[in-house]
């Protein structure tokens, strides 16, 4: 999943998968904890970190959890090649920048986030009493958690973010409405806009743990893929119907993933993100630019790639494209009759469809 907004960076992600359940790293950190041991494992063995390596010995041994567990029960670091393979070098003492900033207070701890934080490289620290263990990257830390644990916090996501895909769909299905009557609100689209990011958010935290779980994360990636299948397709396309020509659906969406989380939940503040140039003080005025359909044309199966937005760059608005006769629709490049009376169809059955839900 391609992600907008992070709560872990690419580097973390990649640094979590290193070391989740099933694999030969977290094998031999697991047998480290057991036997009450700590550890300091940094996942590189480049230039740089070489370069602050002093004492200790020579490896150059392939990796094995075993291996791993015995280096262990020296105090010095651990230096794993960059492609987990090798054991490069153990019981090594590491000296990075001193004036690296560092929130630990622990010695292993404290060197496990400078060495991290100087040099970019994933490093891992053991406690040897708590048998806690940190995940250091990209300027970031994360404490990995025992399965069940972690299994508990996903579906409890999974929950979270049922709940608000269902509050999305109803933002979605007003919007149609809305639209179809021709009195779209800043609210109306904004409501998509916010819900949607806030799904992202918490698919996005999901994908993080799925990624932890290693292994172990087959049913909850079966559940988060069901859920959030083609949502952002479908927030892409909104934003592209009421963007100015100034404005791109990457640049609003980029804006929106930075605000904080009560940010995006208020809907003024949503507003003036995606429209940086309206003022959003009356989010129930009309919106200044009228749809251009992208979203709905996106529905005719027999439109080719790029197709929606032609048609809807041809006609400018969705109103306007709603009262297109087939000899209208044709008169667009590469739109033959067939293909035009299946918009005329789609759009048909779209109206009717808003209707009859309006008397449900």
């Known amino acids: 999943m391609q992600s907008r907004y992070t709560g872990a960076s690419e580097e973390m992600r990649n640094a979590l998968s290193r070391v989740a359940p099933g694999t030969a790293l977290r094998d031999g950190i697991d047998r480290v904890v057991r036997a009450k041991l700590g550890a ?11 370069s602050i390596c002093t004492g200790g010995f020579l490896v150059d041994a392939p990796y094995s959890p075993q291996r791993l567990s015995e280096l262990a029960k020296m105090d010095g670091a651990i230096i794993v090649s960059s492609d987990g393979g090798r054991i490069a070098r153990a019981n090594v003492h590491l000296v990075p920048d001193p004036t690296v900033p560092t929130s ?6 404290r060197t496990a986030e400078r060495v991290a934080r100087s040099l970019d490289v994933p490093v891992i620290s053991a406690s040897e009493e708590m048998g806690v263990i940190n995940v250091y990257a990209s300027g970031g830390k994360r404490q990995l958690q025992e399965v069940g644990h972690l299994l508990d916090r996903a579906n409890q996501a999974l929950q979270t973010l049922e709940r608000y895909k269902v509050r999305l769909d109803d933002a979605l299905t007003n919007l149609t ?3 179809v009557e021709d009195i779209t609100t800043v609210r109306d689209v904004v409501s998509v806009v ?3 990011e806030m799904v992202h958010r918490i698919a996005d935290e999901i994908e993080t ?3 932890e779980l290693g292994v172990d994360a087959r049913l909850v990636r079966l559940q988060l893929d069901e859920l959030y299948s083609e949502i952002d397709d479908e927030l892409d396309l909104v934003v592209a119907d009421y963007l100015p020509p100034t404005h791109t ?5 980029e804006a929106m993933s930075k605000l904080s989380d009560d940010e995006v939940l208020n809907l003024r503040t949503a507003a003036a993100t995606v429209w940086s140039d309206q003022d959003p003080h009356d989010i129930d005025l009309g919106v200044e630019a009228a749809p251009k359909g992208v979203r709905l ?5 027999k439109l080719p790639e790029g197709g929606p937005e032609l048609v809807a760059e041809h006609f400018s608005s969705l109103a306007k494209l709603q009262r297109a006769t087939v000899d209208d629709l044709t008169a ?9 009376r299946a918009i005329r169809d789609t759009l048909a059955r779209i109206t009717e469809a808003t209707i009859l839900d309006q008397y449900d």
Do not use: K
Not at 40 to 50: C, E, H, K, P, T
Not at 104 to 109: L, N
Not at 297 to 301: A, E, G, I, K, Q
């Open 194 to 196: 916010q819900r949607g």
């Open 249 to 253: 659906v990457e640049d609003s969406l």
């Open 177 to 179: 409405a809305a639209e």
């Open 40 to 50: 300091l494992l940094v996942l590189s063995d480049d230039a740089d970190v070489l």
């Open 332 to 340: 667009v490049d590469g739109i033959d009759e067939q293909t035009a």
């Open 104 to 109: 630990e207070t622990g010695t292993r701890h």
């Open 297 to 301: 044309l996106h529905r005719v199966s």
């Open 209 to 211: 743990m799925i990624i």
